[in-house]
């Protein structure tokens, strides 16, 4: 790759100087913040030799370079406002003040993701014990029932709670004083007097009455003020009884406002917009399930789906059902699937066939990204095929009122989320036949036009280039057949990396690999090697092996914003390591503090020279145990 013109095309891509705010990059990408995206042309970008990807996410402009990234950056000039790998010099990406549709998604996507799990896991055990109750295993009357019972609803009931929690992360409120005013509103006493239908007054105005269990709009406008009052508190508080009298001023202040005007405002806004999805539902559902299920594809590659999610998590809460996003995400999710599978029958590559069928199966299984981008949108055709079958699906799931229980990613495991009164689930079982046979069959007509060398334009691989210096070199003897062993490189759960994120990771743009669910928080050698580089913010960094293997392994996703606070590096850019050998410490806490995600994700960048990459899938890994087999030989 040649740097200065790989570095000039993507600044000419974005715009130029001009349209940049800032700039900086992590381990794999260039992180733009524009002073308009319109300028920039995400498709001139991604044809520049050495661009893997573009995504355009979370107010930034995201240019995935891969392990050359450093080189390229430096090559922009001067004249490119930013800093260094992990630092943005004189302005941080998280200051733009820029106010766009992708901020408001980020926002949503930040407070509302990490609390699905405890959510769904609720939702699961309802229905768990719906069929424990429909199957005789227990009794509505008896006492385990009612005590897991509660223990289900506890999740939706202090939903206010959890959101509180993740809205204080996300704009870097107190979270225990977040959870303490968001708690007093569900407080027994508070709720008997503001559910008791006598007039209540406080300091002598009147209280509006209302019910706060499962509400979220309005925790979130009490949080969001509690912040300002949190650091006017802070900055009046005199050092010496700051401890208690910045809080003190948050409680007395934020308390009586968010019962006099926040609250009530907040239930009002989130029942209205509950009722209006109600009113959608019950008398025009068969259509808006349709046209949303069409255009899912098309919503989840702008990232416009994340703006459902407080949608779905409300209708869940209460009225305990929804009846039209994850409806419609289930007849996309099997669109996508069958979409695949026809062109797995009818492509003439091997790899173009392998990519389309574990396409098909991750979607089925509710995960649709790899269908979507490396599959549908590629080939067009399949894209427009799924989208029909999916709208066929959404007529019928519409007309017949189907209903999900739990908010998760509709697919085969979790198709218990759609068990219910009467024949809820045998409606859903038809709804994916409907969507999986509609699509297939549409798609093997319209079939789709094979890329010339389908084996190399498939799926776009990482760049082979190396740096200068001859760190990644890649030795070019070796054609026969090789076994190569990677080695666990953390404690924790092993994931495919399809379940991760970041779409540059599940995508696989910087090539094949596996993910971890960290448990214990420490870094060793997956390998003998050396390393080459370990960035500055200490979240990622590179190992090439002598047998060829160059390796990316990187802590959390978007850790880079931590800018190295919580990570200790015990090694250094070139230094020759053992497998074993401990490389880094960081601190789970404090990225989860941060907001952001914990999954680690190993990954081969010079895939494209092995004939086979296995990962091994465990809900338990050690530090040692063998997690990746490579076959090395003639591609």
Known sequence: MNYKQTAANILKGVGGHENIENVYHCSTRLRFTLKD???????????????????????????????????????????????????????????????????????????????????????????????????????????????????????????PILVAYSTAVKFKSSVPLAMVVSSALLHPKITEL???????????????????????????????????????????????????????????????????????????????????????????????????????????????????????????????????????????NFAQSAASLAVATRAKSKSLRQLAVSSAVTASFGISEPALYGITMKLKKPLYAAMAGAGIAGIFAGLMQLKAYVPVGPGFASLPMFVGEGNNFLIAILTLVISFIATFIIARIVGFNEPADPDVQAVKSPPVSEPKTGAFTQPESAVKQQTVELYAPIQGQSVPLSEVSDEVFSQEMMGKGVAFIPEHPVLYAPMDGTVSPLYKSKHALGLVSDNGVELLIHIGIDTVKMKGAGFKAFVNTGDTVSKGDKLIEFDLNAIKEFGLDTTTMMVITNTEHFSNITPTISPKVQPGDVIMTLTKGEV
Do not use: W
């Not at 009052?229 to 809080?247: E, H, T, W, Y």
């Open 37 to 159: 995206d319109a300028k920039a042309n995400k498709t001139e970008i991604e044809a520049i030799d050495g661009v893997i990807g573009v995504v355009n996410s979370g107010g930034q402009f995201q240019v995935i370079v891969g392990n050359n990234v450093s080189y390229v950056y430096k090559e922009l000039g001067s004249g490119v406002p930013g800093g260094t790998e992990g630092s943005s010099g004189s302005s941080t990406p998280s200051a733009k003040k820029k106010f766009s549709a992708s901020s408001i998604f980020d926002i949503i996507s930040a407070i509302f993701q990490p609390l699905v799990p405890a959510v769904s896991g609720a939702g699961m055990l309802k229905v768990v014990l719906l069929l424990c109750t429909m199957t005789g295993i227990l009794s509505k009357d008896s006492q385990t029932y009612n005590i897991l019972n509660n223990l289900a609803d506890a999740a939706f009931y202090f939903l």
């Open 194 to 332: 503001l559910t008791a239908g006598e007039p209540l007054k406080l300091f002598g105005i009147p209280v509006t009455p209302a019910n706060y269990g499962g509400q979220v709009v309005p925790i979130i406008l009490i949080v969001l003020f509690m912040g300002y009052i949190q650091r006017f508190a802070d900055k009046v508080s005199p050092n010496v009884v700051k401890v208690f009298l910045s809080p003190l001023i948050v409680i007395l202040i934020t308390g009586p406002v968010a019962l006099l005007a926040l609250g009530p405002i907040g239930v009002f806004l989130g029942n209205g917009l509950t009722q209006g999805i109600l009113l959608i539902q019950q008398h025009v559902g068969f259509i808006a399930v349709a046209i949303l299920a069409v255009l899912m594809p098309i919503f989840v590659s702008l990232g416009i789906h994340k703006v459902f999610i407080p949608i779905m998590v409300s209708t869940i809460a209460n009225p305990g059902y929804d009846m039209l996003i994850l409806v419609a995400h289930l007849c996309s």
